[in-house]
């Protein structure tokens, strides 16, 4: 009942900036946490950055200084600006929401399809 779609990827040099946007839309009575995950080839997937409903933030360390997550609450949308990329941080990016789909429901964790990310010359 919920959708996320993400946008924004493509191909960047190193040292080069992309930001990355996600609509979450559907059956969406709160959104809680937003995210987002990253899994580059032959790697697991890891945990890049979340923001809360009031807009604390934590970032995996190795893009820390470079990488900037945020939310609009009002447009169900979240984003990351990615500055100073690094040839690493190629990868397939998902965004996630944790939702409330009703006043009674539990709260689920819901995941995009992934934009691919790839930093190279």
């Known amino acids: 009942q919920v959708q996320l779609v993400e946008s924004g990827g493509g191909l960047v040099q190193p040292g080069g900036s992309l930001r990355l946007s996600c609509a979450a839309s559907?059956?969406?009575?709160?959104?809680?946490?937003m995210a987002w995950h990253r899994q580059g080839p032959g790697k697991q997937r890891e945990l890049v950055a979340s923001?809360?409903?009031?807009?604390?933030?934590n970032y995996a360390d190795s893009v820390k200084g470079r990488f900037t997550i945020s939310r609009d609450n009002a447009k169900n949308t979240e984003h990351l600006q990615m500055n100073s990329l690094k040839p690493e941080d190629t990868a397939v990016y998902y965004c996630?929401?944790?939702?409330?789909?009703?006043?009674?429901?539990?709260?689920?964790?819901?995941w995009g399809q992934g934009t691919q990310v790839t930093v190279s010359s």
């Open positions: 559907g059956s969406i009575f709160s959104i809680y946490t």
């Open positions: 996630t929401a944790v939702v409330r789909t009703t006043n009674t429901a539990p709260l689920r964790n819901y």
């Open positions: 923001i809360s409903t009031d807009g604390s933030t």
